[in-house]
């Protein structure tokens, strides 16, 4: 397949998605700009079935996506992406649903021990041996008309991927890994995964006072922020940095007058509109009884003993990982070894399915001195201890 139909109004999409509910799976990708805005701003869709590949003009004047939402909401269909997450969240904004069933080339990747989030241009290379040209791919997909360079990086982006799909399922089948991706595919593909909520944001902001009435407040003024971002379609920052609104929160002005003296604020945006609902989500904060106030997660002080087990646990995962030939990303993140290292039985996902086959019953005698781990040869070697 050496070229690409460019689709820019509403009868050719339909009968491009027509012919492509046919196939048994499409590769799919997306071009996109968010730098100006709070929501990704869907620029092109490109899909390709065995014998088609297509660009959608999402910007065209007058284009009805309906039919290319449709198909890739068709439960008949696998889609295929590689690191899909923003993807979904484009398509969750857009239809409050994401395409199911879905195949992320990324994420079997990792399961098929190609490393810990391979990018799309170097996974091609190692399977397909291909060089891609990544001149585009910082490019302003928003402008028109799109050059032949552009469309051709968008054709690329899709063909190959048919090509890796196929390679990766033939792996997967022979190392009987294929359940190993539904975990990981449920949390992509699941709607509560891209639902934002205000009152929660805040939790992102480094936060180093635990007082309550500043922890109220920083609640309300990040939740402020986050619908007025939506609201304006926005970034967050355009609306208000992030040191400014815990320089306010710190503050706790009840005037503009005293808006204003925080850095940053202008007199006029203190008076302004803005200034006006900033000092009024502050003055509703002020009255929620302290009692209610968020509060900050303490993280238990790790102790020489803690630390310790920590980095064993970091030894015995790297090895499990080659050994088993698996991103060891994958399998565990650091914040899940400092959980059973201060927890016996932590809710964290290594301690069930496959990777507690693999990992986490090590894990766990490991920490509980029934299993070893020493230097043999210059190589570090599982002692199992009676």
């Not at 009868?11 to 027509?18: E, I, M, V």
Request: with cysteine; aromatic share 6%.
């Amino acid at each position: 397949m050496d070229d690409m139909t460019l689709i820019t109004d509403n009868r050719s999409l339909a009968s491009a998605c027509d012919r492509l509910s046919k196939e048994l799976y499409l590769s799919v990708d997306t071009e996109f700009m968010r730098e100006k805005t709070y929501y990704p701003r869907l620029c092109l869709i490109q899909i390709s079935g065995e014998t088609e590949a297509i660009a959608i003009d999402a910007l065209s004047p007058g284009i009805n996506l309906g039919p290319a939402f449709q198909l890739l909401d068709d439960p008949k269909i696998i889609k295929v992406f590689h690191a899909c997450r923003q993807d979904m969240e484009i398509f969750f904004h857009l239809t409050k649903k994401t395409p199911k069933p879905v195949f992320d080339t990324q994420i079997a990747a990792m399961v098929c021990g190609y490393g810990d989030a391979i990018s799309y241009d170097k996974l091609v290379k190692q399977l397909l041996d291909i060089e891609i040209d990544k001149s585009s791919r910082f490019t302003d997909w928003s402008q028109r008309p799109l050059s032949n360079t552009q469309l051709k990086y968008a054709l690329s982006d899709v063909t190959h991927l048919r090509k890796i799909y196929e390679e990766l399922k033939k792996q997967l089948r022979k190392n009987g890994r294929e359940t190993w991706l539904v975990e990981e595919l449920d949390f992509v593909t699941s709607t509560t995964t891209y639902m934002i909520d205000p009152e929660k944001v805040w939790l992102r902001l480094k936060v180093r006072s635990g007082r309550p009435q500043f922890l109220i407040l920083v609640q309300a003024l990040a939740a402020f922020r986050e619908r007025e971002a939506q609201r304006r379609d926005v970034p967050r920052n355009r609306v208000l940095r992030d040191d400014v609104l815990l320089d306010i929160a710190a503050r706790a002005p009840a005037t503009p007058e005293e808006l204003a003296r925080v850095r940053s604020i202008s007199a006029n945006f203190a008076n302004s509109n803005s200034g006006t609902q900033i000092l009024k989500a502050i003055s509703l904060a002020k009255q929620i009884p302290i009692d209610q106030a968020p509060k900050i997660e303490k993280k238990e002080r790790k102790n020489n003993q803690g630390t310790a087990v920590v980095e064993l646990l970091k030894v015995l995962l790297k090895m499990k990982a080659e050994e088993h030939n698996v991103a060891q990303k994958l399998i565990a993140g650091t914040s899940d070894l400092e959980a059973v290292a201060a927890n016996d039985m932590p809710d964290v996902a290594f301690l069930r399915g496959w990777r507690r086959e693999i990992f986490g019953n090590d894990a766990l005698l490991l920490k509980s001195g029934k299993l070893g781990l020493s230097i043999q040869n210059h190589s570090v070697k599982i002692t199992r201890n009676s």
